[in-house]
């Protein structure tokens, strides 16, 4: 029973520290991804900066250039614009669903080795029944092979000498049927100890 106490102790022990461990992971982990939008947040504004002052330089360098070709150059400047911010938002979401599915591991990690734990409690239980069941067999076993050593060896003659001791034929027969009840109540018991 103590192996079984200190097994359990060190289960839990184990289960605490593999939750630790599996918040600090996912909490590294969280923060590099956080870290690493940061930074490829930054590195396009610095593109987009520089490209858009690049464009600046070209529209001032051509300011002799038709106002048609100004516009046309103006409108481009904001679908590449737009389209950054639509490749910025995507990364973001990208990003997200990676911690998403990191936390949806984890708590199936966590649910899983709480399955274990259950199932180890269930077949210490069974296993629990199962010794006291074995125990009350020895028992009833030993409790009738005394009963039926007692009937292999009674002394008729002391029924003879003694006439009131005398046992009746039905009471005989009562005491062989409560005997088959045991018998079969004992093959029963068997039976469901195996199949179990």
């Not at 051509?62 to 911010?85: A, G, M, P, V, W």
């Not at 591991?105 to 199962?130: D, G, P, S, T």
């Not at 030993?142 to 003694?162: A, P």
């Amino acid at each position: 029973m103590k192996r079984i106490l200190y097994a359990m102790a060190v289960t839990l022990r184990l289960d605490k520290l593999h939750k630790a461990m599996l918040d600090a992971v996912i909490e590294t982990r969280v923060k590099n991804a956080l870290l690493t939008s940061d930074k490829l947040r930054k590195e396009q504004d610095r593109l987009r900066e520089k490209d858009f002052r690049k464009q600046l330089e070209d529209l001032q360098n051509n300011h002799n250039s038709s106002f048609e070709n100004y516009k046309l150059e103006t409108e481009n400047l904001i679908r590449i614009f737009k389209n950054q911010i639509l490749v910025e938002k995507k990364e973001v979401l990208k990003e997200r669903e990676v911690v998403k599915e990191m936390q949806r591991q984890a708590m199936i990690r966590e649910n899983r080795f709480q399955h274990y734990i259950l199932r180890f409690k269930e077949i210490l239980f069974v296993n629990k029944k199962v010794v006291e069941s074995i125990q009350s067999l020895v028992k009833v076993e030993s409790n009738i092979e005394d009963l039926l050593y007692e009937i292999d060896n009674y002394d008729e003659s002391k029924f003879i000498k003694k006439p009131e001791m005398i046992l009746d034929t039905e009471f005989l027969q009562e005491l062989h049927k409560k005997e088959e009840e045991i018998r079969d109540n004992i093959l029963k018991f068997q039976k469901k100890v195996e199949n179990s």
